[in-house]
């Protein structure tokens, strides 16, 4: 066939079929991808569908009841104890101040208002900073989110936690409003220091009310959520300090904070408490007891449950008792000779070395209060330096080495001279110079009671409850010693004696077969027998004779159970002549309630310490109920009886062996010492008609203070120290004469037994006693 030739000339053209097959493989593979997304995608909504309905019910956040701890407080309010894992206040967000909101909201979820529970801005905000690898690295979870972990979830870091984090941030935010979700947040965070929310730490850090926060305190708590352990401000103040300042920058940059706010706040020194555990006020026995006593009610609730127990104490009264026993037992410690560094360590010569060594010992050396243990850095005749735990180097100079001078002489000898790496104690005393002084060896104790009720109002229970935990005021069962006395004389008076009644203060001696063991032959205090005398002046001159011979007239079995009206256990006080000088057993807790049934004109009170416990939301569980003065049910000595006692105890203040407390300046005291054999207890009790008041020294382990050392001059200055100010604003109160009484010669007597009747004189004129009566065969030493 023959071809034309146009045919010949025009060659045939593909079509351009490669870029026709790219473009259908690109648009295959978009959808494939896009498929598997959308496959992917409807699985996860199915795989979240089936889970949502089966997250964890709110009710732990809708019906928020966090773990709280019980607080142990004073009557006027002060906290002074907190026991529970997690220590939290809860607090409505109404009562949280505006700065401390916002600072969390700049620092956590400046969005928290804005978004549904997940911040997806943030999410990716956080996302690109993160992969650029600039600075450190952003977190995305919300408030809500953190709620949901802190609440529902572990700290697993796994896509299915991250994904039930997710469904639970949307099912709280449906079922809360966003102020209970930010309450919740700022009562329930973890914020170091076993604080457990904002107000906890406000405390815990500041020791202040989250309400009187400044604005760069507000920042410094908001950075505690991220990591309370490296942002803590008592751990690492530098870092801590750090974050907080990029905090007021965020707070300035999101307009929450004006320029002039930030300015200052940047600036503002910060009062760290690096204490933890302590509390406006000393009162470390007190908060043992009342939670011991709270215990054996509610039991394990007791540190979950948020319990608050009033106590009976007041701050002024628990602060006067503190300053007095402390002072008063170092006073004992600089009468008597120093004893030597605490304990010796090698120096290294390099300073990094030096200061490790030096804060590793001293941590085994606490502090006590004022009394600030120090290392060595060098000694000589004239000068010590040392450096305490704050890293303070301190010098002492002339009179601050009086105490340890003998042991600063290179003759001392070495395993007791104050030399390099010596452990010492020092203090200030109250003014700027520093003086060598020692931890004291002795114990002491305190206790105020209210006798119109047994409230009381004072409990020291040793000179550092850190250092020793037991109680002395309830624990401590010593011999009363001379402070005794009363109760006998008060006895007496039951069997026909009187204030005038005559008795013989001449020795006295009793055989073997009438002690049933060994003869006694009793001695007065400072051996020095006067004769006869008043039984008023007996008390007042605390002679041990006239008191013997008491007991052994109206009998030593009448003696003991009549003590019991005021409290005593008949097991501790046998019924033994050596009763007379206070040989048996008592607590200064016991003999305070004791010594307010002269104070109230005749009542048994009680002493009591907690008023009321209320559980979190302030419901009263249950409340004191004390015994009162006034309801003769109550009764437990004539009101002439009392009255009789009152009067000659206000003569051992005026005229006997507690003159001291004249220095208060007041007609209406009074008390009597007590100072056991050998100087091993030394006591003083006392009172007004509205505080009775109860001091001891003495070792735990029992042995002598000191051959001069009496109740009058180791407790009694104690007892004045309080009284100082707690009786400062009290007037003075005179107690009236009560009925059935006549006055004869300047002397009071019941009317049914004037002058010329009773018992008149015993053994005037004699030394040796009847055959009747036993002397303990366990105690036949002499007490005054």
Do not use: C
């Given at each position: 066939?023959?071809?034309?030739?146009?045919?010949?000339?025009?060659?045939?053209?593909p079509?351009?079929?490669?870029?026709?097959?790219?473009?259908?493989?690109?648009?295959?593979?978009?959808?494939?991808?896009?498929?598997?997304?959308?496959?992917?995608?409807?699985?996860?909504?199915?795989?979240?569908?089936?889970?949502?309905?089966?997250?964890?019910?709110?009710?732990?956040?809708?019906?928020?009841?966090?773990?709280?701890?019980?607080?142990?407080?004073?009557?006027?309010?002060?906290?002074?104890?907190?026991?529970?894992?997690?220590?939290?206040?809860?607090?409505?967000?109404?009562?949280?101040?505006?700065?401390?909101?916002?600072?969390?909201?700049?620092?956590?979820?400046?969005?928290?208002?804005?978004?549904?529970?997940?911040?997806?801005?943030?999410?990716?905000?956080?996302?690109?900073?993160?992969?650029?690898?600039?600075?450190?690295?952003?977190?995305?979870?919300?408030?809500?989110?953190?709620?949901?972990?802190?609440?529902?979830?572990?700290?697993?870091?796994?896509?299915?936690?991250?994904?039930?984090?997710?469904?639970?941030?949307?099912?709280?935010?449906?079922?809360?409003?966003k102020?209970?979700?930010?309450?919740v947040?700022?009562?329930?965070?973890?914020?170091?220091?076993?604080?457990?929310?904002?107000?906890?730490?406000?405390?815990?850090?500041?020791?202040?009310?989250?309400?009187?926060?400044?604005?760069?305190?507000a920042?410094?708590?908001?950075?505690?959520?991220?990591?309370?352990?490296?942002?803590?401000?008592?751990?690492?103040?530098?870092?801590?300090?750090?974050?907080?300042?990029?905090?007021?920058?965020?707070?300035?940059?999101?307009?929450?904070?004006?320029?002039a706010?930030?300015?200052?706040?940047?600036?503002?020194?910060?009062?760290?408490?690096?204490?933890?555990?302590?509390?406006?006020?000393?009162?470390?026995?007190?908060?043992?007891?009342?939670?011991?006593?709270?215990?054996?009610?509610?039991?394990?609730?007791?540190?979950?449950?948020?319990?608050?127990?009033?106590?009976?104490?007041?701050?002024?009264?628990?602060?006067?008792?503190?300053?007095?026993?402390?002072?008063?037992?170092?006073?004992?410690?600089?009468?008597?000779?120093?004893?030597?560094?605490?304990?010796?360590?090698?120096?290294p010569?390099?300073?990094?070395?030096?200061?490790?060594?030096?804060?590793?010992?001293?941590?085994?050396?606490?502090?006590?209060?004022?009394?600030?243990?120090?290392?060595?850095?060098?000694?000589?005749?004239?000068?010590?330096?040392?450096?305490?735990?704050?890293?303070e180097?301190?010098?002492?100079?002339?009179?601050?080495?009086?105490?340890?001078?003998?042991?600063?002489?290179?003759?001392?000898?070495?395993n007791?001279?104050?030399?390099?790496?010596?452990?010492?104690?020092?203090?200030?005393?109250?003014?700027?110079?520093?003086?060598?002084?020692?931890?004291?060896?002795?114990?002491?104790?305190?206790?105020?009671?209210?006798?119109?009720?047994?409230?009381?109002?004072?409990?020291?229970?040793?000179?550092d409850?850190?250092?020793?935990?037991?109680?002395?005021?309830?624990q401590?069962?010593?011999?009363?010693?001379?402070?005794?006395?009363?109760?006998?004389?008060?006895?007496?008076?039951?069997?026909?004696?009187?204030?005038?009644?005559?008795?013989?203060?001449?020795?006295?001696?009793?055989?073997?077969?009438?002690?049933?063991?060994?003869?006694?032959?009793?001695?007065?205090?400072?051996?020095?027998?006067?004769?006869?005398?008043?039984?008023?002046?007996?008390?007042?001159?605390?002679?041990?004779?006239?008191?013997?011979?008491?007991?052994?007239?109206?009998?030593?079995k009448?003696?003991?159970?009549?003590?019991?009206?005021?409290g005593?256990?008949?097991?501790?006080?046998?019924?033994?002549?050596?009763?007379?000088?206070?040989?048996?057993?008592?607590?200064?807790?016991?003999?305070?309630?004791?010594?307010?049934?002269?104070?109230?004109?005749?009542?048994?009170?009680?002493?009591?310490?907690i008023?009321?416990?209320?559980?979190?939301?302030?419901?009263?569980?249950?409340?004191?109920?004390?015994?009162?003065?006034?309801?003769?049910?109550?009764?437990?000595?004539?009101?002439?009886?009392?009255?009789?006692?009152?009067?000659?105890?206000?003569?051992?203040?005026?005229?006997?062996?507690?003159?001291k407390?004249?220095?208060?300046?007041?007609?209406?005291?009074?008390?009597?010492?007590?100072?056991?054999?050998d100087?091993?207890?030394?006591?003083?009790?006392?009172?007004?008609?509205?505080?009775?008041?109860?001091?001891?020294?003495?070792?735990?382990?029992?042995?002598?203070?000191?051959?001069?050392?009496?109740?009058?001059?180791?407790?009694?200055?104690?007892?004045?120290?309080?009284?100082?100010?707690?009786?400062?604003?009290?007037?003075?109160?005179?107690?009236?004469?009560?009925?059935?009484?006549?006055?004869v010669?300047?002397?009071?007597?019941?009317?049914?037994?004037?002058?010329?009747?009773g018992?008149?004189?015993?053994?005037?004129?004699?030394?040796?006693?009847?055959?009747?009566?036993?002397?303990?065969?366990?105690?036949?030493?002499?007490?005054f």
């Open positions: 066939m023959a071809t034309t030739p146009s045919d010949a000339s025009t060659p045939s053209k079509g351009p079929r490669r870029p026709a097959s790219f473009k259908r493989i690109a648009l295959l593979f978009i959808g494939a991808v896009t498929g598997t997304m959308l496959v992917g995608l409807l699985i996860i909504v199915f795989a979240l569908a089936m889970a949502y309905p089966n997250l964890p019910a709110l009710d732990t956040l809708t019906d928020y009841r966090p773990k709280m701890p019980l607080r142990i407080f004073s009557a006027d309010g002060a906290l002074i104890g907190e026991f529970g894992e997690e220590r939290r206040n809860l607090v409505r967000l109404k009562d949280i101040p505006d700065v401390m909101k916002k600072a969390i909201l700049a620092i956590e979820d400046d969005r928290f208002y804005e978004h549904g529970g997940v911040d997806y801005k943030g999410a990716v905000r956080a996302f690109l900073h993160n992969a650029s690898n600039s600075g450190a690295r952003q977190g995305a979870s919300t408030i809500t989110q953190q709620v949901a972990r802190n609440f529902f979830l572990s700290s697993e870091q796994s896509y299915k936690r991250k994904a039930y984090e997710i469904l639970l941030s949307w099912k709280i935010e449906q079922n809360l409003t102020d209970q979700i930010l309450e947040y700022m009562n329930q965070i973890y914020l170091g220091q076993r604080a457990y929310g904002f107000a906890s730490a406000a405390q815990i850090y500041f020791g202040k009310s989250i309400t009187d926060i400044t604005v760069a305190e920042a410094m708590l908001a950075g505690l959520p991220k990591a309370p352990s490296a942002y803590n401000p008592v751990v690492n103040p530098k870092r801590a300090r750090t974050r907080q300042q990029y905090i007021l920058q965020r707070m300035h940059t999101l307009g929450y904070i004006t320029p706010q930030y300015a200052a706040a940047k600036d503002e020194e910060l009062r760290i408490k690096t204490d933890s555990s302590e509390f406006g006020v000393h009162a470390e026995y007190v908060a043992e007891m009342a939670r011991q006593l709270v215990y054996e009610q509610f039991k394990e609730e007791t540190y979950t449950r948020g319990l608050n127990v009033f106590t009976t104490i007041t701050k002024a009264d628990q602060d006067a008792a503190y300053l007095a026993l402390r002072r008063g037992v170092m006073d004992y410690e600089r009468r008597h000779p120093y004893r030597g560094p605490e304990a010796y360590i090698d120096i010569k390099s300073k990094e070395e030096a200061d490790e060594a030096i804060e590793n010992q001293l941590a085994e050396h606490p502090d006590s209060d004022d009394i600030v243990a120090a290392v060595v850095l060098s000694a000589s005749p004239t000068a010590i330096t040392a450096v305490t735990a704050s890293g180097e301190i010098k002492i100079t002339g009179s601050g080495l009086s105490f340890a001078q003998n042991w600063l002489s290179a003759k001392a000898p070495p007791r001279r104050v030399k390099r790496g010596a452990v010492i104690r020092v203090s200030q005393d109250g003014g700027t110079a520093w003086s060598v002084t020692q931890m004291p060896e002795i114990e002491s104790a305190f206790v105020a009671v209210d006798p119109s009720d047994g409230a009381i109002r004072a409990l020291v229970g040793g000179f409850f850190n250092r020793n935990k037991f109680n002395h005021v309830t401590a069962w010593r011999q009363p010693g001379s402070a005794f006395k009363p109760f006998i004389y008060s006895a007496s008076l039951e069997r026909g004696l009187s204030p005038s009644t005559l008795i013989n203060d001449a020795p006295i001696s009793f055989d073997a077969g009438q002690t049933g063991g060994q003869a006694w032959e009793p001695k007065n205090y400072d051996a020095k027998y006067e004769g006869p005398m008043s039984m008023r002046r007996g008390l007042t001159k605390s002679k041990n004779m006239v008191s013997i011979r008491i007991l052994h007239k109206i009998g030593a009448y003696g003991q159970e009549y003590t019991t009206r005021f005593f256990e008949p097991a501790k006080n046998p019924p033994y002549l050596t009763l007379a000088l206070g040989a048996g057993a008592t607590t200064p807790l016991q003999l305070a309630g004791a010594y307010a049934v002269f104070a109230n004109g005749g009542y048994r009170v009680s002493p009591y310490l008023t009321k416990v209320t559980d979190a939301s302030g419901k009263i569980l249950s409340q004191a109920n004390p015994d009162e003065a006034g309801v003769e049910s109550n009764r437990v000595i004539d009101a002439r009886n009392a009255y009789l006692v009152d009067s000659m105890l206000k003569d051992v203040v005026r005229y006997g062996t507690a003159t407390a004249l220095s208060l300046k007041r007609t209406d005291i009074a008390g009597k010492t007590g100072t056991t054999n100087s091993i207890d030394a006591w003083f009790a006392g009172y007004t008609s509205k505080l009775v008041g109860v001091a001891w020294i003495g070792y735990d382990q029992p042995k002598n203070l000191g051959n001069k050392e009496t109740g009058g001059g180791l407790a009694l200055p104690i007892w004045i120290g309080y009284m100082q100010k707690a009786l400062k604003d009290v007037p003075v109160e005179e107690r009236p004469v009560p009925d059935n009484m006549i006055q010669g300047g002397e009071y007597y019941y009317a049914e037994n004037p002058p010329g009747t018992v008149q004189s015993l053994d005037v004129g004699g030394t040796r006693a009847p055959a009747e009566e036993k002397v303990n065969d366990a105690v036949k030493n002499d007490l």
